[in-house]
């Protein structure tokens, strides 16, 4: 019997569309490519096998730790061996009371070597750690002095920390901290000193303090894992083996850029001759340096300084000959030249009359003779009155101004019980030019402090509650402002224009610019000019690790008396040396109480430079600006807790920066941190745009017009201002229609219908900008105005 085949029904086999390509067959793919094969991908798991994936994970790894290796080496290449170069270290106590000279004397009793300088004073002090086969420099700083801690963190390769078992960081070493670590700080190391009082303390407590040490520096620095006790010698051992072993952190500020530490300074004929060991990058004869405290300066030449070597053989010293490594070319060579010399006759003039060149004429050539002397006895035609305690020579030097709109002067104040407060203390305790006492004779013969007398106090008192309660106000009504009633507005906001949108509306960037912006410099290109700088630098001039002496041109003779530390000259990239408007963003110090306002005297650090600024304050937009105008809002306070811009006129800088804005004030020897951040760019067409709000009250409303009073009191300012936009604190938004009576009352029509408790507001804005800055001095550093510090604070009731 032959058996049946099952069939299925021709309706239920599967029928595929043939427009989907990925469910075709093999053979139907291979009829589409027609001969054309894909090249396998290396990276696919179909070719790889388990044994190529396991080598390729191999090598990858091979290759990052030979990456690592060889930047280890170029790390510490010049530091190899006993006659290489020196590491440096920072000893920089944080407490009254430390000796630094205790610490150091530690560390080389815990290998047996000996301190060399120390028997002839010298400011600098060396120690050869033959176990480690390397040398070290040591850079003692003695406690309170805030500048020479600063100079050292920025040449050293560590900085070594000293604290007390029995006394805590005061507020200088905690100010210290703060500053140095916005500053940027190299590999830290912490340690207690040998002291006869700290033998005292038992063990248990001992392990305590480490820790409770310990929990401090971690929160400034938190790669530390020890604080050690250099009492103890394994502990000596152990941290003169992290000085001498390890490898010294990259300070970002200073990649890329040359300094040499002077082991000897000589000044002969307006040269300083400079000698140390090249450390960073290349130094180049063409490009400036700068020496801290006194300016940027040209390099003549670069000449080799090789010690020199003991011959085994015939036991004699042979000295090397130095040879000459870079040259300046003054074809290729950066100028001294930092600023531009404006040309008033480019700008537009009017040509003088006839009647007016012979006045000149006459003037330059007729002199009066027998012109009595205004001294006493004579009154003179114009009685001028100057503040009690000033000079007749510095009397010479006030110039009156009659300039309506103060603002171009004081820069801030506004409102006009400001004008009215300022006019007040320009009158108070004025005395007549012949009763005033030379300033001079005066601070030579005070010594001691005194106190001032009853005026002057509470003057100083007013002054810094008129200060707190404008802080407050303009927290409370920000940019509002009251129209004074005896200037007419259009002649006090003669400078302010109103704007429709403040992100949108054009505002040209070179429109009446003021003088100070014909001397700087502006770039075309700022990062294709800081890429071409950057990669230039790295294939001229000298190598790092190479002993020379650099020879500076036009150097004062005051440069090479070293008083603490020593010499240390920064090399400068290509233009650094040019103005121009700085831009840096910075955020407030959470520790600093005081009040900060735009354009008060503030000393910038930045880089190895220092300056004595005024720097105006501008939000910060995350993300490249704030609209297409590039115009950013001023800010009158520096607040807490926000970000904002701080625009300065200072020399460029190239790469990512630190910045630290210092405080000085009277009678306090450290200077208070205020605010740190960072360099942004020197964008010269940033437009800082300050904004007032005139405030009125809608008098009378009917639906959607409203009668508004006390913005303007006379008609004359409300035509004036007719054209700008109203707006009001609920979002409504409108303009004015007509000006109704006498005292400034005008009609005004807007979007939709305001209530009675709305407020109506105009908005007005003005460019503003810095001011000038100024080379910081340390000898001719006198305290400046401010508010009062922290622990000079004034509690009020």
């Known amino acids: 019997m032959v058996q049946a085949v099952h069939h299925h029904r021709p309706t239920l086999k599967q029928q595929n569309k043939p427009f989907k390509s990925k469910h075709a067959t093999k053979s139907a793919l291979k009829d589409i490519a027609k001969g054309r094969t894909q090249r396998p991908s290396p990276k696919s798991t179909a070719v790889n096998t388990a044994a190529q994936l396991r080598f390729n994970r191999r090598n990858t790894q091979k290759q990052i730790q030979a990456a690592k290796r060889a930047a280890l080496v170029a790390a510490t290449r010049i530091f190899n061996g006993t006659d290489g170069a020196p590491r440096i270290v920072a000893v920089i106590p944080l407490c009254e009371g430390i000796h630094t000279e205790d610490a150091i004397r530690a560390l080389s009793s815990a290998v047996g070597e000996e301190l060399e300088g120390v028997q002839d004073n010298h400011i600098v002090w060396r120690m050869k750690a033959h176990r480690f086969k390397t040398s070290l420099m040591f850079l003692p700083v003695q406690y309170g002095n805030y500048w020479g801690a600063l100079d050292a963190a920025k040449a050293a390769d560590y900085v070594f920390f000293l604290f007390s078992p029995t006394v805590e960081v005061d507020r200088k070493g905690d100010t210290l901290l703060r500053t140095l670590q916005a500053q940027g700080l190299p590999t830290v190391v912490s340690v207690i000193p040998p002291d006869s009082q700290?033998?005292?303390?038992?063990?248990?407590?001992?392990?305590?303090?480490?820790?409770?040490?310990?929990?401090?520096?971690?929160?400034?620095?938190?790669s530390q894992t020890r604080v050690y006790d250099l009492s103890n010698s394994s502990d000596s051992l152990i941290a003169l083996r992290s000085l001498?072993?390890?490898?010294?952190?990259?300070?970002?500020?200073?990649?890329?850029?040359?300094?040499?530490?002077?082991?000897?300074?000589?000044?002969?004929?307006?040269?300083?001759?400079?000698?140390?060991?090249?450390?960073?990058?290349?130094?180049?004869?063409?490009?400036?340096?700068?020496?801290?405290?006194?300016?940027?300066?040209?390099?003549?030449?670069?000449?080799?300084?090789?010690?020199?070597?003991?011959?085994?053989?015939?036991?004699?010293?042979?000295?090397?000959?130095?040879?000459?490594?870079?040259?300046?070319?003054?074809?290729?060579?950066?100028?001294?030249?930092?600023?531009?010399?404006?040309?008033?006759?480019?700008?537009?003039?009017?040509?003088?009359?006839?009647?007016?060149?012979?006045?000149?004429?006459t003037q330059e050539h007729h002199v009066p003779e027998n012109i009595p002397d205004a001294g006493k006895g004579i009154t003179p035609k114009r009685i001028k009155h100057i503040p009690k305690g000033m000079s007749e020579y510095q009397a010479s030097w006030i110039v009156d101004d009659s300039d309506d709109d103060r603002e171009s002067e004081e820069g801030l104040h506004d409102d006009a019980s400001d004008q009215k407060s300022s006019a007040e203390e320009q009158d108070h305790d004025m005395v007549p030019l012949d009763s005033v006492t030379d300033i001079e004779t005066d601070r030579k013969s005070v010594v001691a402090f005194h106190d001032l007398d009853a005026e002057e106090e509470e003057r100083q008192l007013k002054e810094?509650?008129?200060?707190?309660?404008?802080?407050?106000?303009?927290?409370?009504?920000?940019?509002?402002?009251?129209?004074?009633?005896?200037?007419?507005?259009?002649?006090?906001?003669?400078?302010?224009?109103?704007?429709?949108?403040?992100?949108?509306?054009?505002?040209?960037?070179?429109?009446?610019?003021?003088?100070?912006?014909?001397?700087?410099?502006?770039?075309?290109?700022?990062?294709?000019?800081?890429?071409?700088?950057?990669?230039?630098?790295?294939?001229?001039?000298?190598?790092?690790?190479?002993?020379?002496?650099?020879?500076?041109?036009?150097?004062?003779?005051?440069?090479?008396?070293?008083?603490?530390?020593?010499?240390?000259?920064?090399?400068?990239?290509?233009?650094?040396?040019?103005?121009?408007v700085l831009h840096f963003t910075v955020q407030r110090n959470t520790e600093y109480e005081g009040s900060v306002r735009s354009k008060d005297p503030l000393t910038l650090c930045y880089g190895p430079r220092r300056l004595r600024v005024n720097p105006v304050y501008s939000q910060h937009t995350r993300g490249g600006g704030k609209g297409v105008n590039n115009v950013h809002k001023f800010e009158r306070f520096l607040w807490h807790g926000t970000t904002v811009v701080a625009s300065?006129?200072?020399?460029?800088?190239?790469?990512?920066?630190?910045?630290?804005?210092?405080?000085?004030?009277?009678?306090?020897?450290?200077?208070?941190?205020?605010?740190?951040?960072?360099?942004?760019?020197?964008?010269?067409?940033?437009?800082?745009?300050?904004?007032?709000?005139?405030?009125?009250?809608?008098?009378?409303?009917?639906?959607?017009?409203?009668?508004?009073?006390?913005?303007?009191?006379?008609?004359?300012?409300?035509?004036?201002?007719?054209?700008?936009?109203?707006?009001?604190?609920?979002?409504?938004?409108?303009?004015?229609?007509?000006?109704?009576?006498?005292?400034?009352?005008?009609?005004?029509?807007?979007?939709?219908?305001?209530?009675?408790?709305?407020?109506?507001?105009?908005?007005?804005?003005?460019?503003?900008?810095?001011?000038?800055?100024?080379?910081?001095?340390?000898?001719?550093?006198?305290?400046?105005d401010g508010p009062p510090s922290k622990d000079e604070d004034i509690v009020m009731s």
């Open 198 to 222: 700290a033998h005292s303390i038992d063990q248990k407590s001992r392990s305590a303090i480490l820790k409770s040490l310990l929990s401090f520096i971690q929160y400034f620095e938190p």
């Open 244 to 361: 001498a072993e390890g490898h010294p952190r990259e300070v970002k500020w200073r990649a890329g850029r040359p300094w040499v530490v002077g082991e000897e300074v000589n000044w002969e004929d307006g040269i300083l001759k400079v000698t140390g060991i090249v450390r960073g990058a290349r130094l180049s004869a063409n490009r400036l340096v700068h020496v801290p405290n006194f300016g940027d300066y040209a390099v003549s030449k670069i000449m080799s300084a090789p010690l020199p070597r003991d011959n085994s053989h015939k036991r004699i010293s042979m000295d090397i000959e130095p040879q000459v490594l870079s040259e300046r070319v003054p074809s290729s060579a950066d100028s001294l030249l930092s600023t531009n010399v404006p040309d008033d006759m480019a700008n537009e003039q009017t040509w003088p009359t006839e009647e007016e060149m012979d006045n000149v004429k």
């Open 648 to 784: 300065v006129y200072a020399p460029v800088v190239f790469g990512r920066q630190a910045c630290t804005l210092l405080r000085e004030t009277k009678g306090v020897e450290v200077p208070e941190l205020v605010a740190m951040g960072s360099f942004m760019n020197p964008d010269t067409t940033r437009i800082i745009a300050k904004r007032i709000v005139l405030t009125g009250h809608p008098f009378k409303i009917h639906r959607k017009s409203a009668t508004v009073r006390y913005m303007f009191f006379n008609p004359d300012d409300v035509q004036y201002f007719k054209p700008v936009q109203l707006h009001t604190k609920h979002g409504r938004s409108g303009h004015i229609r007509e000006s109704l009576g006498t005292h400034g009352y005008f009609k005004a029509h807007f979007d939709g219908p305001i209530s009675q408790m709305d407020m109506v507001c105009m908005s007005l804005y003005k460019r503003v900008y810095p001011r000038w800055s100024e080379p910081w001095r340390p000898e001719s550093r006198e305290p400046l």
């Open 464 to 580: 810094w509650r008129n200060r707190v309660q404008e802080e407050r106000d303009a927290q409370q009504f920000p940019d509002e402002l009251d129209t004074p009633q005896d200037t007419p507005a259009l002649t006090r906001f003669a400078r302010y224009r109103g704007m429709r949108s403040f992100r949108t509306s054009p505002w040209d960037p070179y429109e009446n610019l003021p003088r100070d912006y014909a001397r700087i410099f502006e770039f075309d290109d700022f990062k294709r000019t800081q890429r071409d700088v950057q990669k230039a630098a790295e294939s001229e001039g000298v190598e790092p690790g190479t002993r020379v002496t650099v020879y500076v041109e036009g150097v004062p003779e005051e440069a090479s008396v070293t008083s603490g530390l020593p010499l240390v000259i920064h090399g400068l990239l290509e233009h650094e040396h040019k103005k121009t």
